[in-house]
């Protein structure tokens, strides 16, 4: 049941429905990231040409993972209310900046800017759940949450093909505006107003903890760009984030206040080992079946994002009903039976997904089925063993770990993607002089074309997720070992 429904007094109404305003926001921030990934250059064809071009969507990506944790920590210090006020207001502040881009260089400075709201909302929003909400009713706003976050990744891109479709790229930015505005107006006027804890800030940890999380996510979207995944400089720039890595702890085991949990139980780093690779692979497959979609069956943007409504429906009824029932049961149980049911997605994708799109569809439900029964539940069993004043600290870092996550799955599937159809490919020669026959000769060019990526990304789904099969095999295992430690917790509360 979602937080609007049900018998409440009115003081409830207006709280689930401020929360409502938040998952909007949520909703906004998540359509940002993704809705111009695809034909960007030509989406913004008005724009002059520019070898800059590819780092329009990265510029919000980056931003925007490396504020979450301090969104986060930032609802601790002064509260949701106070922050809701600020963070709505540079996103879209970023957009309308956006709008007024005459060129792809200006674009990519300002996506910055509205990528640093959409990081700081991410961080407010789902904080706010565990500092609105007691333990026993934090289940069905993370619901509303995921699921905000969820539709607006996955139809970001129908959303934005649409709209430079049927309008231009810039009303993209003016929608996702005011979706901003009116989520943000409506949680600032219905929440009630939280104390913050009024511990100073330690601005090096932030610092720190922000350009970790900057770099981190930047390696990310440089990757297979700028460097193949498997060279000097990916080499250097993992190095480069693993000292950051080091400084970033060591700094925070000296501070008073840092921005991320320092010292965590044994149970919680578990959790977030879970949480980093269940978003890796998770994400990492999905996009190489939308890859496989566009290519194997037909380019069509639309279609291939409505086939994951598959995806949404086969994890909606496991986050449902776990997000209920964790609090009673622990969160082990669902998580080694979500790690079984992806497994055996996973086995049984490498034997049907090629045979047609029936076939492909039932894979695509099976996975979002398991990855239901995890991902929301590591969330709310992390905020039940987190006192309410340090929500914040522990919510944004899991959050921006499964961002990382997420994009680390990108970069490396996008990676072995690249490798599977470029590995054995031989361009044809297209002969130019006999002009008569050219049309029909690039004709025959692109579809030998289209046909060699399709079998060569079949082939290499088989590969994929078998590897994938056995890593979730190993995950179950991880998961098995959590104990009992969130059930039946009482917080301060």
């Known amino acids: 049941m979602i937080p609007i429904i049900g018998e409440m007094s009115r003081d409830e109404f207006r709280r689930a429905a401020g929360m409502w305003g938040i998952a909007l926001c949520v909703f906004a921030a998540a359509a940002g ?31 925007e993972v490396a504020m979450i944790p301090l969104g986060a920590k930032l609802a601790d210090y002064k509260g949701c209310k106070h922050l809701l006020i600020f963070a709505p207001a540079i996103f879209i502040v970023g957009s309308m900046l956006c709008i007024m881009s005459v060129t792809v260089e200006m674009l990519i400075a300002f996506r910055f800017v509205q990528g640093i709201g959409a990081g700081l909302m991410l961080g407010l929003a789902f904080t706010s759940v565990g500092r609105y909400y007691e333990r026993t009713k934090r289940g069905k706003c993370h ?33 996702l505006a005011v979706m901003m505005l009116i989520g943000s107006m409506m949680a600032w006027r219905l929440l009630p107003h939280d104390q913050g804890d009024g511990m100073k800030l ?49 700094q925070s085991r000296t501070s008073a206040n840092p921005v991320i949990p320092i010292g965590i139980t044994s149970f919680e780093k578990k959790l977030i080992f879970l949480m980093f690779v269940f978003s890796m692979c998770g994400l990492g497959l999905i996009q ?13 943007i639309y279609k291939a994002s409505f086939m994951f409504i598959l995806l949404i429906a086969g994890a909606a009824t496991p986050s449902i009903l776990g997000s209920r029932m964790v609090l009673k049961t622990g969160v082990r ?10 497994t055996i997605a996973l086995i049984t994708t490498h ?38 004043e340090e929500m914040g600290r522990h919510t944004g870092n899991l959050m921006a770990v499964r961002m990382i996550g997420i994009l680390v799955g990108n970069a490396v599937v996008g990676a072995y993607i690249r490798e599977v159809i ?16 050219l ?45 009992k430690d969130d059930k039946g917790t009482e917080d301060e509360e």
């Open 202 to 250: 330690d601005w090096t940890n932030v610092a720190l903890v922000s350009a970790l999380f900057f770099v981190a996510a930047m390696y990310t979207q440089t990757v297979n760009v700028d460097f193949d995944l498997i060279s000097v400089s990916s080499g250097i720039m993992v190095f480069v984030i693993v000292m950051l890595l080091i400084v970033t702890m060591r």
């Open 143 to 175: 619901e509303l949450m995921t699921a905000a976050f969820a539709i607006g990744s996955l139809f970001g891109t129908a959303f934005g093909y649409f709209l430079t479709d049927n309008f231009n790229w810039r009303m993209g930015y003016v929608v």
């Open 351 to 388: 034997f049907i997904a090629d045979q047609g799109i029936v076939q492909y569809g039932i894979s695509v439900f099976l996975f979002g089925l398991g990855l239901g029964f995890i991902v929301t539940q590591i969330i709310i069993s992390t905020q039940s063993v987190t006192k309410r």
């Open 422 to 437: 470029h590995g054995n490919y031989v361009p044809s020669v297209i002969d130019v002089s006999q002009t008569t026959e």
């Open 333 to 342: 149980p669902w998580i080694v039976i979500g790690s079984i049911i992806v």
């Open 439 to 483: 049309l029909k000769t690039v004709a025959e060019h692109l579809s030998a074309d289209i046909q060699y990526a399709a079998n060569s990304l079949d082939e290499g789904l088989m590969a994929c997720v078998l590897f994938m099969a056995v890593v979730t095999a190993i995950l179950a295992f991880v998961a098995y070992t959590l104990g």
């Open 288 to 300: 190489y079946f939308f890859k496989l979609y566009l290519t194997y069956y037909e380019f069509d």
């Open 33 to 63: 990231w993704i809705f111009m990934r695809f034909g960007t250059a030509w989406s913004v064809a008005d724009l002059p040409e520019s070898a800059n071009m590819a780092r329009i969507v990265p510029a919000y990506i980056i931003t």
